[in-house]
């Protein structure tokens, strides 16, 4: 038995152990989850003033909140007298002010600590020292990313900069109006593998011709093994006797009038570290966000978003949502099925990458250095 | 993002890892339920000889029972010779002896080695030494308290040392003849939430006005956030209109001949460490037990006690159970919802006890020390 | 309260936490079920070439199949590309390979990598290098035994050789032609007690007065409480009156042409290390086999065998499986009920074994020196 690797064409994946061990996952979530700009909810679920959502960003829970400018804001989810938590619902409309279900301490939607009982004989209670604790906010692609580390990282170089080393430059945000698409449909995945898993399936498409029959149909070049991120801009090429991005290749949805001739019948992929994967084809757009929660297990939520006329008008987009529920299906069935052996002894070096999935090595050399920072006595 | 509390109003509760940790709660298993006096069954509960109940105490499953000379003994719920689980059952009737279903070791109801295959020819046993290994007992207040330490701490201190400093004597426990009164109902509630939780709940009530419309209701002072354990001696008085601690304020049952007028119409609360409330009114009396089972998870058993009389005559005690029974729903929701914030990193240093709840910070201060005992390497 | 064992008659068993610790169990794990040689499929389940089984065992899961040739071999239950489980069903039928469902790597029956995509485009992978890993296999009375040491211990030593120690010498397996018989009965025991507890249940009869009324009704000598295999070579007679080894002691099946008069009308009991029992009665074999889960979490699987023409003329061997059936139940019952105490403080330094019981101590001996090789630090 020995799992050296000596072949040029395979190089080695992660030790196994960092996909099963909880010190690890714990290490994820301080150093990755709760410090990198995570991608939460998207920001037209805030309708209006009180509209809030709840999300689970690494250890925390995370209540995010339109206040009465419009403006969105996230805070802990917890009260900063007795520590209960605010808000239980994923989702809900807060009146003006989020009230404690315990002992009524009242914070408005700015997070300000604004009544309690006895306060007003409390005068040295600082309201906005004691108001909720407030994690950093971005706006962008229609979603609000946050960050819960005190400095954050740089959003344009972390978020944005993902985007332009994979398309080569920024324009695809505005050529497909992320921002200003609709939701067509949304479907929530609870998957028992390791977040590492999905993104590493994700990055490659040497599985495609093994388990996704219908996306090597509609993309034939995915037959080959090359995932559509393996080359700078590159979007992959839709079949000659392909119609749409469809189950069947038949006629997708209305065209995105900002995307060209160039990126039209192409299918264009990225991965956003740490938790979001972007779709684009010319008539719609799919993101997912990942929501891990322990080493074997995360929850992956996954928006179809089309034009607002698209979605108004009430047109079937089934045959187009369809093409990729099953991508995820069949990928997910598959991450789980790798996670039971993550632990074996004959897996303690990890497996190995053939030429094709090389390029997940830089994920797997990200991951790396990002846990390395742990101090030994952490 | 700051918790240094600078407040004079606000001083800080325990740290959150308090609440989560399991560790810690070993420790409390070991230093705290394993090493005090904990109120475990209700002497009537074992009406004759051979009535047994088992409680979970700590980590050890505790068998009590009443023997034939009409004493309660109580033993660890374990065979000498191989270590089976003796009762399985909650409660239940032994006739003359335990017998183990394993290899039939017999011990009579205090708990002797009397009878075993072969056990005749083995005449170097001595019948004492393999008896069940016994757990200290006492009975107060009509309850069957037990102690697993070698060396029990003094029951005179601990728990009736409690009762004096609440309310001034001992009086309470004779006026109220606690020990003859009978059983109305009994309630059992599964609480996922730490036990100290429950016990900081019990004593405050800066959180009736929010939490507690009922019971303020029926006793108005509560609305002001001042708990009836605030001050030595005072019981909470019910409201001018309010005939009974009933739901809806209607009149009580029989009250208790012994209770003084200067006890009457008054409501007192008792926190006797680690496990006991006691609620006194004049018609009836409420005791919980709590059953740490988990960091994370409590059972507390609740008994309503009234007079012998209104108990066998048959009456309606609903809508005096009903008053409590709401109010522990209500107590122990807030505390589940307490729970989950416990772990997360900006409750590190815990919360913050505004002045009405000072108090707790005592309480605090003797968790604090029973653990701090805990050696290093332990 | 004192463990310290002062009489003759008594010996200590292991420490209660061996029953209960994860790290020990994981050391077992190790030390015992991944370096011997381990007992895991009925032979004839494998029937044709490309049947495949599929077991757990220590923390690994094994892929058995027949190949071609007829042969059996053994394999880690893991694709060498990415960490696949190969084999989801506990039994199954491979064509001529098995193709992982991720990327399609693909091994023949002899574990080989035969085909990938683009695998001729990399020239520089080892077919064979890179091929299932393979386990260590015997066959031997019927069953596939597996060894997933590198170096595995001596079949002939600890296998046949506990054969030996038990009766005497190899006859019996040649007598009882155990590889040719037929499977009667299968059933399946989830136990939720530690594996040593089910082996000293098994090694020792004291119990057998107790809880084994039918199986002391056939065979008298057990309700002394000697255990079968307490002499060498010795074997349970049946009763004056009893025609059969059946729940009723009504006549049993055809009696197996090997077993000699000084066999017949007898019980005989082996344990083989770790995982195996082996009862021989003159009509038919019962062969145990334990699979542990976890420190609490033990399955068992038990095959009834008789004559192939006893099985395939379907005559009735209910009154022949009932029996055994029930011991089992019986004894994993009392196994189940230990377990709950084995973590108890009065039970640190474990229970006692009467005289009748002292060859345990063996056993005990030997679990503590093969535990006792794990180094300090790992």
Redesign the interface.
């Known amino acids: 038995?020995?799992t050296e690797v000596?072949?040029?064409?395979?190089i080695p994946?992660l030790p196994?152990h960092t996909y099963v061990s909880e010190d690890i996952f714990r290490a994820e979530q301080e150093h990755i989850f709760?410090e990198m700009w995570f991608c939460a909810v998207r920001t037209a679920d805030l309708e209006k003033a009180g509209s809030f959502k709840t999300v689970q960003i690494g250890?925390?829970?995370v209540l995010i909140n339109r206040t009465r400018k419009g403006e969105v804001r996230a805070f802990?989810?917890?009260?900063?007298?007795?520590?209960?938590?605010l808000c239980?619902e994923e989702s809900g409309e807060a009146n003006r002010s989020f009230q404690c279900?315990?002992?009524?301490w009242t914070y408005d939607l700015e997070g300000k600590l604004i009544a309690?009982?006895?306060l007003t004989k409390?005068p040295?209670?600082?309201r906005n020292?004691?108001g909720l604790?407030?994690v950093h906010v971005r706006e962008y692609m229609g979603y609000v990313w946050v960050c819960l580390a005190?400095e954050p990282p740089s959003f344009e170089e972390d978020v944005m900069g993902a985007i332009e080393e994979r398309l080569g430059d920024l324009r695809a945000v505005d050529d497909y109006d992320i921002a200003n698409l609709s939701l067509g449909r949304r479907i929530k995945y609870d998957v028992k593998a390791n977040w590492k898993l999905i993104i590493?399936n994700f990055m490659e498409c040497?599985?495609c011709?093994?388990?996704h029959p219908e996306l090597t149909e509609v993309l034939p070049e995915f037959a080959d093994?090359l995932a559509a991120q393996y080359f700078v801009g590159h979007g992959a090429e839709f079949g000659d006797d392909i119609k749409g991005f469809t189950i069947d290749g038949s006629e997708g949805l209305d065209r995105i009038p900002g995307v060209g001739d160039d990126q039209d019948r192409r299918y264009y992929a990225v991965t956003i570290k740490p938790n979001v994967f972007v779709n684009l084809v010319p008539d719609h757009v799919i993101i997912h966000r990942m929501f891990p929660l322990a080493a074997d297990h995360t929850i992956v939520e996954c928006d179809w978003l089309y034009l607002p006329s698209v979605v108004e008008s009430g047109k079937d987009v089934s045959a187009s949502v369809e093409l990729f529920h099953r991508v995820n299906e069949q990928d997910f069935d598959?991450c789980e099925?790798?996670q039971?052996?993550?632990?074996?002894?004959?897996?303690a070096k990890?497996?190995?990458l053939?030429?094709?999935e090389h390029h997940i090595e830089a994920f797997h050399s990200w991951v790396t250095s990002k846990i390395a920072d742990v101090p030994a006595d952490s």
């Open positions: 038995m020995t000596v072949s040029p064409s395979l994946t196994g709760e250890r925390e829970s802990y989810n917890i009260c900063r007298h007795r520590g209960v938590k239980m279900p315990y002992h009524a309690a009982p006895n409390m040295d209670i600082d020292e004691y604790v407030k005190d590493e040497y599985h011709a093994t388990i093994g598959a099925r790798c039971p052996a993550m632990g074996s002894k004959i897996y990890g497996g190995v053939v030429p094709s």
